[in-house]
């Protein structure tokens, strides 16, 4: 990454920097491995260094300041009101960001000052007011960042999603779920960092936030036999909710219509100190404390109607007010010493301790019968202690005269996890102890020799299961789907291991090839049995084995010289993974269950070719990805999606100096669920701005969807069978704008 003067340049925006220096006030360019700051003051030779860029400006040029400021406006309502502003110097550092739009922007800053008009998600339409502040100030021999951030969203989300859920013999079942979300936040966040190098390494960091959301939604879905969601609309099911009668010519299990509105106040403080030594005898001691506090209380009411389609079928309302609280307190102290250049490497001898308090607990009343409802209120509280000891290799050395470093990193730690949680709900009242000793070993090494990087990672981890999944009592919150745990649960262990190949072509140009595997021990996944005569099933986590997944990823980009006339550009990013899923499926109208195996297999493959020649450039984009499901069972039938497409992406300047550019898709689908999603799709954006005065002055242009037809899908393979997912977009738009930047730097004194 690239420094200005040693120093990281507004959270590390490289852009930023390397548009706005003038030629004439750079000194020198350094290229080097630097270490960080904690290690540089502890003379900590042997520690990870990242590879940098130095930017080191001549004394008498260290003082500027950059601002811009954008408004615009277009039709459906959409507009952009957006602000930036920075004052550098050798010592200190100021910043200043303020954004308003309904246009999905991040409203962060780029190019010489200009905006970023990446959006920060296309899913849902969001609208934001924010402002924030950064301010770096620094010594010869300390360091204080502060950062404030004041935010406030309002989000608009949705989803249609069709899920088929494998049962072996029995074939498959079929859920259609429908739901609107609107969400309200304000927020406001505090961080501040101070480090001191002398006479010890001391850091100190302090975090605050209050957040308060309040969310609106609706919901709407169903289950069956048989696959007709896709010819059916939310009215369909609205008629009949309101017959409420066993009509179920269609194959139905239920259906389910739900509001939801909650309102959140969360506040949230952390604090944290770091003290280290280096020793007469190079050694370094070092001591780390934190603490942090959560509390979040929430106010909510529910009002559901449940239809159930069965040999008894009823129907079902619930209103209820929910009230609750989740709090969380947690002191963690960790103490290390490390030996250094001992047998031509560093050892570190570990011992951290933590302490970590939990509450929750909600409090349930039924409306319509004006009660409490002490069957699904409940209070609980765990009390967790863990203490770890163990030890860290560190090898590295730099081979020859050029760089090449071999780094060889092993940790061997042993946890020892003491929890108890008391747990109250309905007639239960119950505590529960729990007591594990785990051993989970961390392997990481790196060699890089001519351009080559080999890189080989692995990680073994634990996981208790907690409290409600260990009484052995139903929960019946839901009508339709009641839980129980088990009390003969084990904790369960992943595995994960990876091992890559990357070759550097030359600067910002690579080769990468990466294999990743993960697998499951002990996995805890819930069995459940049928009961025909209400259409009900009871839920019941079991350990089970057999789950996991390798993935494979070759990636390439490289730019290539063509004559004096421009240069081409070659990109890929190719992925294949294979996972199994290993779960359990009722059998339909038998009091039963099989276990299950969902297999899937997903390949990946965009690309883009490109060419760049002063003013024009142009891409050629194109994706491929082919996701394909299948079971243990025979009678199930094999799932194939397809997603591709082609596209440009051309950018010119024109007459009068207008920059010009836009970007056209076709996007195509087979074998989704339903036939209006097997589509083609034409996506087309386009820009165009004019600057004036220097380029301080930028009028533009943006049409985000022209033809308004772009849409959001996501297949994924689980446990259970397969799920399409189709979100709500950001709608097309059109949109004026005009920004100002005021830039100002020293002269040039020649």
């Not at 209050?210 to 879905?221: A, K, Q, V």
């Amino acid at each position: 990454y690239l420094l200005l003067n040693g120093q990281e340049f507004f959270r590390g925006r490289n852009k930023l920097m390397l548009e706005n220096l003038p030629y004439y006030i750079v000194d020198k360019i350094k290229v080097y491995n630097k270490t960080t700051d904690r290690a540089a003051a502890l003379n900590d030779e042997t520690a990870r260094k990242d590879y940098v860029m130095d930017v080191n400006l001549k004394k008498e040029y260290r003082t500027g300041y950059i601002a811009n400021m954008e408004a615009g406006g277009g039709i459906y309502e959409s507009y952009l009101a957006r602000l930036f502003g920075l004052r550098y110097s050798d010592h200190a550092r100021l910043t200043l960001i303020g954004n308003s739009n309904n246009t999905n922007l991040t409203g962060l800053a780029d190019h010489a000052g200009d905006f970023d008009y990446e959006l920060s998600s296309d899913d849902g339409i969001t609208t934001s007011h924010s402002a924030d502040m950064d301010w770096l100030l620094t010594g010869k021999n300390y360091k204080n960042y502060l950062e404030l951030e004041y935010k406030n969203t309002t989000n608009e989300s949705g989803q249609i999603e069709h899920e088929e859920i494998f049962h072996g013999v029995d074939r498959s079942t079929y859920g259609f779920t429908k739901n609107f979300n609107l969400q309200k936040t304000q927020s406001v966040n505090a961080r501040n960092k101070f480090s001191l190098k002398v006479p010890l390494w001391f850091e100190s960091e302090t975090a605050f936030t209050y957040r308060d959301s309040r969310n609106n939604e609706n919901e709407i879905g169903g289950n069956g036999y048989n696959d007709i969601w896709y010819d059916r609309n939310v009215s369909f099911l609205d008629s009949l909710l309101e017959l409420g009668i066993p009509l179920n010519t269609y194959g139905l299990q239920n259906i389910n219509k739900r509001q939801y509105t909650r309102k959140n106040e969360t506040i949230s403080a952390e604090q944290s100190f770091d003290f280290a030594k280096d020793l007469i005898n190079g050694d370094i001691l070092s001591l780390k404390l934190a603490l942090r506090y959560d509390d979040n209380d929430y106010d909510a009411f529910r009002r559901e109607k449940y239809v159930f389609f069965q040999t008894n079928s009823y129907v079902q309302n619930k209103n209820e007010d929910i009230t609750g609280e989740n709090l969380r307190e947690s002191v963690e102290a960790q103490l290390s010493y490390k030996l250094k250049n001992l047998w031509f490497a560093d050892w570190t001898l570990f011992a951290n301790y933590k302490y970590d308090y939990s509450n929750q607990k909600e409090q349930r009343y039924n409306i319509d019968s004006n009660t409490f409802d002490q069957e699904n209120s409940f209070d609980y509280n765990t009390r967790e202690n863990v203490f770890s000891t163990g030890l860290s290799y560190d090898f590295l050395r730099f081979l020859g005269k050029k760089y090449r470093p071999v780094n060889i990193t092993i940790t061997l730690p042993v946890i020892v996890k003491h929890r108890n949680s008391d747990y109250t709900r309905s007639l239960l009242d119950t505590s529960i102890v729990q007591h594990h000793v785990f051993f989970e070993p961390v392997l990481k090494s790196e060699i890089t020799i001519n351009k080559n990087k080999f890189a080989l990672a692995s990680s073994y981890s634990n996981v208790i299961p907690d409290v409600t999944q260990l009484v052995p009592m139903p929960i019946t919150s839901n009508p339709v789907y009641r839980y129980e745990g088990n009390a003969s649960l084990k904790p369960f262990s992943q595995l994960s291991v990876s091992l890559s190949h990357k070759r550097t072509l030359r600067t910002h140009n690579y080769w990468l090839n990466n294999i990743r595997y993960f697998k499951s021990f002990n996995q805890i996944v819930n069995s459940f049995t049928y009961y025909p005569e209400d259409g009900t099933y009871l839920y019941k986590p079991i350990n089970t084995n057999g789950s996991w997944n390798i993935t494979y990823e070759n990636n390439y980009w490289n730019y290539l010289k063509y004559n004096d006339k421009g240069k081409w550009s070659v990109k890929w990013d190719g992925s294949i993974r294979y996972a199994e899923n290993v779960n359990y499926f009722a059998i339909r109208e038998h009091a039963c269950q099989e276990r299950n195996t969902n297999k899937s297999i997903r390949i990946s493959m965009p690309f883009s070719f490109g060419y760049f020649h002063k003013d024009f450039e142009c891409m050629l984009l194109g994706r491929f990805a082919w996701n394909h499901a299948f079971n243990n069972t025979s009678d199930v039938a094999y799932s194939n999606a397809f997603d591709y497409g082609v596209g440009i992406d051309l950018k010119k300047t024109l007459f009068w100096n207008i920059t010009a550019s836009t970007i056209f898709n076709i996007n195509m689908r087979s074998g989704y669920s339903g036939t209006n999603v097997n589509r083609t799709e034409y996506v087309w954006d386009f820009s165009a701005s004019k600057s004036f005065l220097g380029e301080r002055l930028v009028l533009r242009f943006k049409a985000v969807d022209v033809l308004r037809n772009r849409t959001s899908l996501t297949y994924t393979v689980n446990d259970y069978g397969v799920s399409e997912v189709r979100r709500i977009r950001l709608p097309g738009y059109l949109l004026m704008s005009v920004s100002y930047r005021f830039n100002k730097n020293p002269k040039s004194r020649k």
